[in-house]
């Protein structure tokens, strides 16, 4: 029997009883809702955030790359004159795994009035963001947020995100006061774009996890981040970086720094003698900032993940590693999403001690259980096994840590360390071990 495609609408408008309703939003909702994210986000409500209103109207008014009002979900009080009481939304983007691009959905700006929380609203939304997904083809939903609270909807911090070293004023080299800089700084523009993807790819190539751009999504980034192209003496293009004052968050190592995000160079240039550069044009504009601000900016903060070149260009001129946190990740159907990737494990294979390998993987996730079966080196199925057992299997993984492992986030044995029923045999430990070596990632989410 053939099934009926997935419902982009999910179901809704849906009555979730005491007079509240379930709807997708309007462009004519945008001022409340913006009201509404600024009035229950902000760290201070009697003083909203006006970034939040400029967000909320920015994803809502038609200028975004993705995102339009109707990827807004709004919880409605009708015994309240229509009230908006609970809202969230999704920012589809594209991401990819080794190079093979995937359709994500990002849920961001989650909100409820505090009379209304512990009904169950904010479930009811992630369900129907779920099941449009499921609809749009999104392979992954991602999210940055609260500490435990996005593991009751089925992710799992499964993937690095952040990480960073501070950069002080007294570790940045003082340029000759009577030699011109070998490299300077200019606002990058529309016309940088070809050469700023190809600056990004270079930032991103270490990363097993990165975003993918287009030239709409680099067009909207350039009206708000703030993208600079180095040039040498000549004027040639040499690399760029993205840095900007950065006062959001409540951890003071990160709040109040001018943060680097993303940094390059091309092919055949010193990243050093660019970084050298680099510092203390980006110092003078911290003290130009600081000049005008209550809050003065501490410092520099390199935040470009666990590992980066920059790093090990610059050296002891680092110091204070913050330690990543990490994106909630949910992968809706791991068959799906296994067979995606596949040339991606299939290569990784080909070029290891097992190549060609025959045989058939079996994964236990003690509430499911997943097969990989190999034939001369290539992945010819995904299929499911009935375990004989509650320990049945090659490799037992508990509740949603083994995305851990298939994002290059942890090994097995890291996971084991903590997690006691996660066990793995010998021989299957090589094979994961090639399938999914660890690797890090810093993906540059579109907000």
Request: proline residues 8%; glycine residues 10%.
């Amino acid at each position: 029997m053939t099934q009926p495609p997935p419902d982009e609408n999910a179901g809704l408008p849906q009555a979730l009883g005491d007079g509240l309703t379930l709807r997708w939003a309007t462009p004519a909702d945008t001022e409340a809702v913006a009201a509404h994210n600024a009035r229950h986000l902000s760290d201070n409500p009697d003083e909203p955030e006006q970034g939040l209103l400029t967000w909320t109207r920015d994803l809502m008014g038609g200028t975004h790359p993705t995102t339009r009002a109707g990827d807004f979900t709004v919880v409605v009080d009708e015994r309240a004159g229509g009230k908006i009481v609970s809202s969230l939304c999704v920012i589809p983007q594209t991401w990819a795994y080794g190079g093979i691009a995937f359709q994500v959905g990002r849920p961001e700006l989650v909100s409820t009035d505090p009379a209304y929380r512990r009904r169950g609203l904010v479930r009811a939304q992630f369900a129907a963001i779920h099941a449009r997904g499921a609809a749009r083809g999104e392979l992954m939903q991602v999210i940055d947020g609260l500490a435990w609270y996005y593991r009751q909807f089925g992710y799992e911090m499964a993937l690095a995100m952040g990480g960073s070293r501070r950069w002080l004023p007294f570790r940045i080299p003082a340029l000759a006061p009577d030699a011109p800089p070998a490299y300077r700084l200019r606002p990058a523009t529309a016309d940088d774009i070809p050469l700023l993807g190809q600056l990004y790819a270079i930032h991103c190539a270490g990363d097993l996890v990165t975003r993918v751009r287009d030239d709409a999504e680099w067009r909207y980034e350039l009206g708000w981040k703030q993208f600079r192209v180095v040039e040498d003496a000549e004027g040639a293009p040499v690399g760029y970086v993205e840095a900007r004052a950065n006062d959001s968050g409540q951890d003071p190592e990160v709040m109040h720094v001018l943060r680097v995000s993303e940094l390059a160079v091309l092919p055949g240039r010193s990243l050093r003698a660019v970084a050298e550069v680099l510092g203390p044009a980006l110092q003078a504009e911290l003290e130009a900032l600081n000049a005008t601000r209550t809050l003065p900016m501490t410092g520099l903060a390199l935040n470009l993940g666990a590992q980066h070149p920059a790093y090990t260009a610059l050296g002891d001129l680092l110091e204070q590693y913050r330690a990543y946190y990490a994106w909630y990740i949910r992968v809706p159907d791991l068959p799906a999403f296994m067979r995606h990737i596949a040339p991606v494990l299939e290569g990784r294979l080909a070029a290891s001690v097992m190549a060609g390998h025959t045989g058939t993987l079996r994964l236990n996730f003690y509430q499911a259980q997943m097969t990989l079966g190999f034939t001369a080196g290539r992945l010819t199925e995904i299929g499911t096994f009935t375990p004989a057992h509650g320990e049945d299997g090659d490799a037992r993984f508990p509740g949603l840590t083994f995305l851990q492992v298939l994002l290059g986030h942890r090994t097995p044995a890291e996971i084991n360390h903590i997690y006691a029923d996660c066990y793995v045999t010998p021989a299957a430990a090589v094979l994961l071990g090639i399938l999914f070596p660890p690797q890090p990632s810093n993906p540059v989410s579109l907000y």
